[in-house]
């Protein structure tokens, strides 16, 4: 049985997937300022090398871990919808079929719990 990565087209679909993707992200202004300050470039390539591995590609992704990578940022359930979408949108313009889509979106899901920061809880006084 092949491997998500292999059913999408492998690492060609990914680099030119993922340009395009934060394209998408950086174009949106809910988004735009979490990336303020960051080597696009180096993203890019962690993100190719992070789903790659994800999916099932050859090789090991190499850096931190989605958690310690995305701690103390702000992001809400929101915001990371918003990212998902665009992400599934890019893959859809890159004609990647319904099936790896869905493959995609069940891949994303669990990872919201690493990457949305819970609210701060209310106090109440008085």
């Given amino acids: 049985m092949s491997t998500l990565y292999d059913r999408i087209g492998g690492h060609e679909t990914l680099e030119a997937v993922v340009p395009e993707f934060y394209a998408r992200v950086l174009a949106d202004d809910s988004l735009a300022g979490f990336f303020a300050g960051v080597h696009m470039g180096r993203q890019t390539s962690k993100q190719v090398e992070f789903l790659a591995a994800a999916m099932g590609g050859p090789l090991p992704y190499s850096g931190p871990s989605i958690r310690q990578a995305h701690r103390g940022r702000g992001i809400s359930i929101d915001n990371f919808n918003r990212v998902a979408l665009h ?40």
Avoid at 91 to 119: K, N, Y
């Fill in 87 to 126: 992400l599934i949108t890019a893959f859809q313009d890159a004609g990647v079929g319904s099936a790896e889509i869905s493959d995609i979106v069940a891949l994303l899901t669990p990872l919201a719990a690493d990457i949305v920061t819970d609210a701060p809880a209310l106090s109440r006084h008085g």
